[in-house]
């Protein structure tokens, strides 16, 4: 296992990750629904959003962000190992964009929990 340097930059630990289980959870007791009526909307949710960008559809979700299909350009990329040149084809890709308000929220709360530490 590689170990990364610290001693050029400051350290800052990724926050652990917040899995369906957990967002299932929170959603659950701030509703009042049961964990499988929430697990119901959840995957449902997640069903049409799938389904919408498999049509190349664009989901806009104000003061939240947008969620669409981009087409990335084939190219030409090197196995690290031998140095081989690989050709990657063209594929579409769901791409994610946070809206302004978000992103500015973000900003924000993670200013002010770094500015706490």
Do not use: C, W
């Not at 990750?17 to 009526?37: N, Y």
């Amino acid at each position: 296992m590689r170990r990364r340097r610290t001693d050029r930059l400051s350290f800052h630990p990724l926050p652990t990750a917040v899995t369906k289980a957990d967002l299932i959870d929170q959603i659950a007791s701030g509703t009042g629904l049961t964990k499988i009526e929430t697990e119901a909307v959840v995957n449902g949710f997640i069903a049409l959003l799938k389904a919408g960008l498999k049509r190349g559809e664009r989901i806009d979700l104000r003061g939240f962000g947008t969620f669409r299909v981009q087409l990335r350009a084939a190219r030409t990329a090197r196995n690290p190992r031998t140095n081989e040149e690989i050709e990657v084809p063209a594929q579409y890709v769901p791409v994610f964009k946070p809206s302004r308000e978000f992103r500015n929220a973000v900003d924000e709360a993670m200013k002010a929990k770094q500015a706490h530490e």
